[in-house]
């Protein structure tokens, strides 16, 4: 099964864009600490992230809050959380998850949607990588999208062919 890295804050906490406010949804109110930008992500995405077929794992600096808040906003069940190293990399032109989610992938088939990846991130998988990768970057004013979804349901249909 192919792993989906998801990122929280681009591209499931959209920043805003200039053409419209902040998006703001009606979600469940649940226990536990406030997350004031929960009402930014579209509960709507959990379903369609799930009906991807996709094995979904948090690559967040949200890590288990990822599970404890938004999880459950989205009607997720707890995921697996990529663990990030500790050690800080000398700043690049790689992005510093891109060595670990590679890593993390083991060879399997990954997405990784993030509103951080460069070209410099998808060439290194590339040559790092034996697995169909795509990494797809997210237009974090607008979070993930309609044509977003199109992109990783069509790549999805063709690896699985």
Do not use: Q
């Amino acid at each position: 099964m192919t792993l989906l890295f998801l990122d929280v804050d681009g591209p499931l906490v959209p920043f805003g864009a200039a053409d419209r406010p902040y998006p703001s949804y009606p979600g469940p109110r649940m226990p536990g600490p406030e997350y004031p930008l929960l009402t930014r992500v579209d509960p709507a995405l959990g379903p369609r992230l799930l009906a991807l077929g996709c094995e979904l794992v948090w690559a967040t600096t949200w890590m288990d809050d990822a599970n404890s808040g938004l999880a459950p906003w989205l009607g997720l069940p707890a995921l697996p959380v990529v663990r990030w190293p500790d050690e800080d990399e000398p700043p690049g032109l790689l992005h510093w998850k891109t060595r670990p989610l590679v890593a993390w992938a083991a060879g399997r088939s990954f997405i990784w949607v993030d509103d951080e990846i460069t070209e410099a991130d998808r060439a290194w998988a590339a040559v790092h990588h034996p697995g169909p990768a795509l990494l797809h970057r997210i237009d974090h004013r607008y979070g993930l999208t309609e044509a977003d979804f199109t992109t990783l349901e069509e790549w999805l249909a063709a690896v699985r062919r």
